[in-house]
C-alpha cells in the first residue's frame, strides 16, 4: 500500500496572536518561553531528507514553535476500530523524534482541511480525521492519507507552521486492514503526521517520507535527521 501524502494548506499569512507582539519584550528581560520537551539530538547519518516549505529566500525550514505545544482533535466519523490507537501511536513517535509536545483535545466535528487558519485569536488545532475520494479529490488512486500544516508570520518575521491537518482514507484504513496490518496503517499515520511537522517528499525508498512505500513502517535516518532538526528550531 502507497504511503503517499501530499503537504497541502501551506500558506502564509502575516497576522499573529495578540499575545505573541509581547513575546521580544520577554526575551528581551529573561522571561522568553521554555520548551515542554527537551530537544533532540541531530544524528547526521546520511539519510534523505527534505522540508514541506522554506522561509522566503532560504533554504531554513518552516517549523512549529517548539515552546508551544502542538493542539490536535480527532474527528471519529468514519474510524475504524483501532484507528484512534493508531493515532495516538503515531503522535507519540512524532513527539519522541522532535521533541515537538502534543496536546490530545479529544474529539471534534469539524473536518480536516477547512481551508484555512483564522486571521485573528489563537490558531486552530490540527484536526485528524478520515475520508473518501468524494469529500477530498486528493486521495484518488492509491492515496493512503494526506497531510499538511498552515504557516503565518511571528512577532519577528519569521514563517512557523500554526495548524494541519490529515486525512485518512476509508478504503485504505478498513477494518480488516488495521487489524491485520497495524504496524504499517500506523506508519501511514506517521508519514501524514511528518508532513504536519513540515517534512516533505523523499527520492529514498528506504524513508518513510518516500513518496511510494509499500512497506516501510520504520523512521529512517533522513526522517530521523530531519524531524530533530524541526524540532530544534529556535522557539518564537
Do not use: K
Request: with cysteine; net charge negative; charged share 20%.
Amino acid at each position: 500500500m502507497a504511503l503517499v501524502a501530499t503537504a497541502a494548506m501551506l500558506a502564509a499569512v502575516v497576522a499573529w496572536h495578540p499575545a505573541e507582539q509581547l513575546d521580544p519584550v520577554r526575551g528581551a528581560i529573561g522571561l522568553g518561553a521554555e520548551r515542554p520537551l527537551p530537544a533532540p539530538a541531530v544524528v547526521r547519518a546520511g539519510g534523505a531528507y527534505s522540508w514541506a516549505m522554506t522561509q522566503p529566500d532560504s533554504d531554513d525550514p518552516v517549523g512549529w514553535d517548539p515552546c508551544q505545544e502542538i493542539r490536535y482533535r480527532v474527528n471519529p466519523a468514519g474510524e475504524p476500530p483501532g484507528g484512534r490507537a493508531l493515532v495516538t501511536e503515531a503522535i507519540r513517535r512524532a513527539s519522541a523524534a522532535t521533541g515537538l509536545a502534543f496536546t490530545d483535545e479529544g474529539d471534534t466535528d469539524e473536518r480536516p482541511f477547512p481551508g484555512g487558519v483564522r486571521l485573528f485569536g489563537r490558531p486552530d488545532p490540527v484536526v485528524i480525521g478520515w475520508g473518501d475520494q468524494a469529500e477530498y479529490p486528493d486521495l484518488a488512486g492509491q492515496v493512503a492519507g494526506v497531510g499538511g500544516a498552515v504557516a503565518q508570520r511571528d512577532g519577528s518575521g519569521r514563517l512557523e507552521l500554526v495548524s494541519g491537518s490529515v486525512v485518512l482514507d476509508v478504503e485504505a484504513f478498513t477494518p480488516t486492514a488495521v487489524a491485520e496490518q497495524p504496524r504499517v496503517m500506523e506508519a501511514i499515520v506517521l508519514h501524514e503526521v511528518a508532513h504536519v511537522v513540515g517534512l516533505g517528499h523523499v527520492s529514498e525508498p528506504m524513508e518513510l517520507m518516500y513518496a511510494d512505500n509499500t512497506g516501510q513502517v520504520e523512521l529512517g535516518p533522513g526522517d530521523r535527521e530531519g524531524l530533530a532538526r524541526l524540532g530544534s528550531l529556535p522557539c518564537g
